[in-house]
């Protein structure tokens, strides 16, 4: 749809008048015209009534005016966004994460903004699902890293990395290490007692397809949505949880714990980056996820993270 088209209904609604609108924009009344008929055919309804005092907007009219105004808001603010590449990337962002996400990714993403970008401002949020989803609902988060769910149509998602999602028990229950982690079948799951966040929790959520899809049932004993705390009542022999390896990998190393996979390991998570489609994508925001993605590239690559890239990122 030509902007220009557009400018030119919004200047005919203003004023009221072919005649006044063609003089404001300098060209011809005629031309105007023949732009308003186009727009007319293009949209598929006649949006002014013509009357001996000028014209006035149809229902359609009045519908559409507030569209075009926002469309020609995005793609000025489109264009503003994009020149910003010839300066420095600057002002803030929002990035909420989760636990695991964070302890993997946090301190390198802050010290290297801190050096190689030091005009953006990162507010880097811990936080689970609901809450990550009720701030890009809001505007309140520019960019949020969450599990694969269902799409949802304000959303916009990029697949980034999957991940292996272990059993975790107490120590001696599984093997020590991921090298030599027991495999679990899904019939020994059945009625294990599970310490895992509540039901409006992604990782819940992801718990639960998966079992329909695996085919396991489980027994929940506790609803805890603190990891670290998850992680020392599983030490204790309190339960069991699921959770991938960057999650553990420390107190499995300091043996308070022990792992298994299940079955064929086919227990894997999909992390996406996520945004509002509603809200202003700005050069620091895009900046603050093209060097997330590269520092994720770079701890998979040497091994410090147990996961795939996803195979539409560009490593």
């Not at 990337?89 to 190689?116: F, N, R």
């Not at 959303?155 to 292996?164: D, P």
Request: hydrophobic share 45%.
């Amino acid at each position: 749809m030509d902007t220009r088209h557009l400018r030119s209904f919004l200047k005919i609604a203003d004023t009221r008048s072919i005649s006044r609108a063609a003089e404001a924009l300098g060209i011809a009344q005629p031309s105007l015209s023949q732009q308003l008929l186009r727009l007319e055919d293009e949209v598929g309804f006649k949006l002014f009534r013509r009357t001996a005092r000028g014209v006035t907007l149809t229902e359609a009219g009045r519908v559409f005016q507030e569209h075009a105004r926002q469309i020609l808001h995005d793609s000025e603010q489109a264009l503003a966004d994009v020149r910003q590449l010839k300066g420095v990337a600057s002002g803030q962002v929002v990035l909420a994460v989760p636990h695991t996400v964070c302890k993997m990714i946090g301190l390198e993403l802050v010290e290297t903004l801190a050096k190689d970008a030091p005009s953006i401002q990162l507010r880097l949020m811990e936080a689970f699902g609901s809450a990550i989803r009720s701030g890009l609902d809001a505007g309140t988060i520019d960019l949020a890293v969450m599990h694969d769910r269902t799409s949802q149509r304000n959303l916009t998602a990029r697949k980034l990395v999957s991940e292996e999602v272990y059993l975790i028990g107490p120590p001696g229950r599984f093997g020590p290490s991921v090298a030599e982690a027991t495999v679990v079948s899904a019939a020994e799951l059945d009625n294990v007692p599970l310490i895992t966040p509540g039901d409006h929790h992604d990782h819940r959520f992801f718990l639960d397809r998966e079992a329909a899809r695996i085919g396991f049932g489980y027994r929940l004993t506790m609803e805890i949505e603190a990891v670290g705390l998850v992680l020392e009542l599983v030490s204790r022999g309190r339960g069991y949880t699921f959770l991938p390896l960057a999650a553990v990998e420390d107190d499995l190393a300091a043996g308070k714990l022990s792992i298994a996979h299940v079955g064929d390991g086919s227990l894997r998570r999909t992390l996406c980056v996520l945004r509002n489609r509603a809200q202003v994508v700005t050069y620091a925001s895009v900046f603050v996820e093209d060097l997330m993605v590269r520092i994720i590239a770079g701890r998979i690559a040497n091994g410090r993270w147990d996961a795939q890239m996803h195979t539409d990122i560009d490593e």
